[in-house]
């Protein structure tokens, strides 16, 4: 009975059930049945508002991958570039086991053990890569020599905990794959990667390493160095895109108890219409 009362205190009238002398207000205009519903919508609008708009803070850690079996003189045959909200913060030999090159936000992550840990599981990803090209077949479709693995690892986290962790694979720098970490699910995009995605597909060993480097390792890498980068981002307002076919589901969501405050509120007014 709150919004009668908050109705009733600014002039307005509401029409009772037993007629004039069911207790209405003196003093007042009544209202016909049904004229308060505009009213209710527009007080309840910025609240559907702000609760549609609102995103959580999500943040993502990335690595973009180029491995060769055969790796032409003068070139490594594993290299890695890491992202963090798509800034540059490492440039790792996976071959050497050598950072190459270094940002002020790898330098500042550099002395944590999480560090070591990483380049070590970069280096294990890129054998594992390797160990993939020999059996690579492609539909209709001819590379540039020598055949050439283009991989990228990512994962995002939200202000609620809430994680994800996707692959995506392609050559020549055009996109035929994406692995979903969370379903294990193969996406094809390019249609010359259709055996390629069926050998993979069965390859357990290799869907569940995917699976633990993206959505266990590179999130726990992301939660561990974020407490040391956020302050360097900052006020950097966040917008990160996952891949196409796994956008977070949190984004945009409204909130279940609006919902069920704005339903309260028309069922009182319905009754008391």
Known sequence: MLLKSCLVSRG????????PDSGELKGFTALPPGALMPLVLLLLLPLLVCTWTARPDVHSLSYNFTVMFKSPPGRQ????QGYVDEHTFLHYNCGSKKVMNLTPLGARVISMKEWEEQTQTLKDVGEELKQQIPNIELENYTTRAPLTLQAKMYCQRDSGEHTKGFWEF?????????FNSENMKW???HPGARLVRAMWKKNRDLNKFLKRTSEGDCNRWLKEF???WEKMLEPRTQFTTAPA???PTTAGAVNPWILLMMLTCLILLCIQC
């Open 12 to 19: 307005f009238s509401l029409p009772g059930k037993g007629g």
């Open 187 to 189: 996406t094809e995009i």
């Open 77 to 80: 045959w594993c290299e890695v």
């Open 170 to 178: 392609g050559f020549d720098s055009q996109l035929f794959l994406l």
């Open 226 to 228: 974020w407490g040391h």
């Open 245 to 247: 076919s796994a956008q």
